[in-house]
């Protein structure tokens, strides 16, 4: 069973930044595709983006491109999402995800929850005054 850990949540103002990390529990990320979600309250869960397993597929959806930046470091085992510009829309608990499929193609396209198989348990995020 794979397992991953979300951190570096918070409450953090309007126009402002945090930056997330996701790290395995057991296992190393060189060889997965890593994907992050979020879902806010009385939502469905929303994939926001995605980095292939070598970094070079990147994936946005829309409403974060610009603002939003994923990456990899495969020496620290952690996979990071640079949050900038953060509105009170980003408000939701985010959560990095990953699959035993590591074919690059899981990165292409609309992220869909089904893709992915193995969950963190998700960390806050909220933008407030």
């Known amino acids: 069973q794979l397992q991953l850990v979300e951190s570096g949540g918070g409450l953090v103002q309007p126009g402002g930044s945090l930056t997330l990390s996701c790290v395995p529990s057991g296992f190393t990320l060189e060889e997965y595709n890593i994907a992050w979600f979020r879902q806010a309250p009385g939502k469905e869960r929303e994939g926001v983006s995605c980095i292939g397993n070598r970094g070079i597929i990147i994936n946005y959806v829309d409403s974060v491109k610009g603002r939003f930046t994923i990456s990899r470091d495969n020496d620290k085992n952690t996979v990071y999402l640079q949050m900038n510009s953060l509105k009170p829309d980003d408000t939701a608990v985010y959560y990095c995800?990953?699959?035993?499929?590591?074919?690059?193609?899981?990165?292409?396209?609309?992220?869909?929850?089904?893709?992915?198989?193995?969950w963190g348990q998700g960390t806050q995020v909220t933008v407030s005054s």
């Open positions: 995800a990953t699959s035993w499929n590591h074919n690059t193609n899981m990165c292409v396209g609309e992220l869909r929850e089904g893709r992915f198989d193995y």
